[in-house]
């Protein structure tokens, strides 16, 4: 199994631009992450999905979309990049169950700079 | 009330001795606490992890101690190697959906 995976692994973007992170597990794990992460602030949680068709927001949503049309495929948009977003993008996936320790496994991991 | 406070920011310990990082948090709703740790330009992968119903957990020479009461928990690594230097997060999650609240993180350096 590859996990966890995440194209591209680098991107440089112009203020305004948009672009499509993309993420796959091939675990067939229900419930799906994206994190961003930044210098000295921890992992925050953008959005995340508990299956196919269903997405919520998490703590750090404005400036992004996400669509789960799939169990594997988890993609994140960002429709106008800002500097704000310059940030290194992690996806996770989980399987949910009952009275479990319940992991959540983390792709590589996307490098995003928005000039 | 959503926030897990994490210190210290970074820690420099010698070959051999004991690591300990804390976490603090302020929602008892919380009931799943992982540890994860990052290596430069990975991802972070889960190191070990505790419910609230225990007040210990060790596995190997990674130990979490946890004080419901004081709502706090640690990581101890015991006998730390140059190969334990990375990045260490705690977390906190709750509900079905176990949403990860994230500490801010504490870099270890192991000295040989």
């Known amino acids: 199994n590859a996990g966890v995976t995440q194209t591209p692994k680098f991107r440089i973007l112009k203020i305004g631009q948009s672009m499509t992170l993309q993420c796959t597990q091939d675990m067939n794990h229900n419930y799906m992450y994206w994190y961003r992460q930044d210098p000295g602030m921890g992992l925050k949680l953008i959005y995340y999905s508990v299956g196919a068709g269903i997405t919520d927001k998490g703590e750090v949503p404005n400036g992004y979309n996400v669509s789960r049309s799939t169990t594997e495929d988890f993609p994140l948009r960002l429709e106008l990049a800002a500097p704000s977003q310059t940030s290194v993008y992690f996806c996770?996936?989980?399987?949910?169950?009952?009275?479990?320790?319940?992991?959540?496994?983390f792709g590589p991991g996307t490098r995003l700079t928005v000039l | 009330q959503q926030q897990v406070k994490q210190s210290p920011q970074s820690l420099i310990v010698q070959k051999g001795g004991i690591s300990i990082i804390n976490c603090a948090y302020e929602?008892?709703?919380?009931?799943?606490f992982p540890w994860y740790q990052q290596f430069p330009g990975k991802g972070p992968a889960l190191l070990i992890a505790?419910?609230?119903?225990?007040s210990e957990k060790k596995e190997g020479r990674f130990t979490i101690s946890f004080n419901k009461s004081a709502k706090q928990f640690s990581l101890h690594i015991m006998d730390s190697q140059p190969g334990d230097s990375a990045t260490y997060f705690c977390a906190a999650g709750r509900g079905a959906t176990n949403k990860l609240i994230f500490g801010t993180g504490t870099l270890l350096a192991v000295q040989p």
């Open positions: 505790i419910r609230p119903d225990v």
């Open positions: 996770a996936s989980s399987s949910r169950t009952s009275g479990s320790t319940d992991t959540q496994y």
């Open positions: 929602n008892t709703a919380f009931d799943y």
